[in-house]
């Protein structure tokens, strides 16, 4: 059996025990309240009714078995058409109440003794009407059951369908992050060889290595520490220091206590990447790098603030486009906190760049 076909068996057995424990739950609730009213209903008409209780429940019981059977009927046919279903709750009904009616005056000569046995078989046709009326209102509380239990089962599966896409997109987005910063840090390694510094790119080599194996070993929909977050944010730090050591330098800012909110793996990565490349890499002066996180209400807010290259006339030399590195991230805040996660990046001043992410403030 493959693990899907497992699975979905798995499910169907589950979803026949709800609905068998929620059957029995309501056969004892349906006939209970029968019980009752109809003892209240028969002392208005004078029998007594404690003399007639045990009668009535072995009648009862015998209720609650004839309400099973309908209701095993009415399930064979739960993906029926509402009308098949119609006719079996009826068929069953009428046959649940005939036997009704025969047990009933079989309990009667069990417990009167009359003598000689006679049948009134007006009170045989007033029992054959109520047991009628009780059975066909049973069949439509379990008829009423069976799609409360059809609803809910639809809305869990469209929830694991909603569940699946996210997490399918989520992948898709995430798994951009590595080709995106591979392909950066090659040109790097590049750079560095070119300018003839191979005892760096060396080392750029073994530092892009231990960075690799770490973040392709995080679960892409896992969230992590934002002090994590921060550690692997410096080891790929660690690579660019290699060949922008002498004008690149970071600052870290974090309001206290939240080294422990959580945040996507590896959510930085782009916005970093663009700081270096825009900045550091466009620039022949030092570089500030400035990462920061803040409470603003119930949110979190983590941006990456850097110092951008001028050209002569003063004009800035950074598009002012989202490049893919930022559109992923915008598309995976999006994607995992809709309606509440956002992405606002652009200039803050002439030579100032900052990126901000927004989402909901969660503590590991």
């Not at 699975?7 to 004892?28: C, F, G, I, K, Q």
């Not at 799609?147 to 951009?176: D, G």
């Not at 939240?258 to 990565?269: F, R, Y």
Request: charged share 20%; with cysteine; hydrophobic share 50%.
């Amino acid at each position: 059996m493959k693990p899907k076909d497992a699975a979905e068996s798995s499910d169907e057995a589950a979803h026949v025990a709800s609905v068998l424990r929620a059957t029995l739950w309501l056969v004892l609730l349906y006939w209970f309240v029968e019980f009752i009213v109809s003892s209240v209903m028969w002392g208005i008409l004078g029998t007594d009714p404690i003399m007639s209780a045990p009668g009535k429940l072995l009648l009862m019981l015998c209720s609650m078995v004839s309400s099973c059977g309908i209701s095993a009927a009415l399930f064979r046919v739960r993906h029926w058409h509402i009308a098949a279903k119609i006719v079996v709750g009826f068929s069953t009904s009428l046959l649940a109440a005939f036997a009704n009616a025969g047990i009933d005056f079989l309990i009667y000569l069990l417990f009167v003794r009359p003598d000689p046995i006679a049948v009134n078989w007006t009170n045989v046709g007033y029992t054959l009407i109520y047991g009628m009326a009780v059975f066909l209102g049973w069949s439509f509380f379990f008829v009423a059951l069976l799609y409360s239990f059809e609803l809910r089962e639809r809305e869990r599966r469209l929830a694991i369908s909603r569940e699946e896409a996210l997490s399918a997109q989520m992948r898709a987005l995430r798994y951009q992050v590595n080709p995106h910063f591979l392909f950066n840090t090659l040109n790097s390694i590049a750079g560095l060889i070119e300018e003839g510094s191979s005892v760096a790119a060396g080392r750029m080599v073994m530092s892009l290595s231990n960075f690799l194996r770490t973040t392709l070993e995080l679960d892409p929909l896992q969230d992590v520490r934002l002090a994590d977050e921060l550690a692997l944010q410096a080891g790929y730090l660690h690579i660019e220091g290699e060949r922008y050591s002498d004008r690149m330098t970071l600052q870290i800012d974090i309001a206290s206590g939240l080294e422990d909110a959580l945040v996507p793996s590896l959510i930085l990565q782009p916005l970093i990447e663009n700081a270096v490349k825009h900045g550091v890499g466009r620039s022949s002066h030092k570089v500030e790098i400035v990462i920061s996180a803040s409470i603003t209400g119930s949110a979190l807010e983590v941006s990456v603030e850097n110092d951008t290259a001028v050209e002569v006339g003063g004009q800035n030399r950074r598009s002012h486009s989202t490049g893919v590195g930022l559109r992923n991230v915008a598309d995976r805040v999006a994607s995992r906190f809709p309606g509440v996660g956002g992405l606002v990046a652009g200039l803050v001043s002439p030579q100032r760049f900052r990126a901000t992410i927004t989402m909901p403030l969660r503590l590991a």
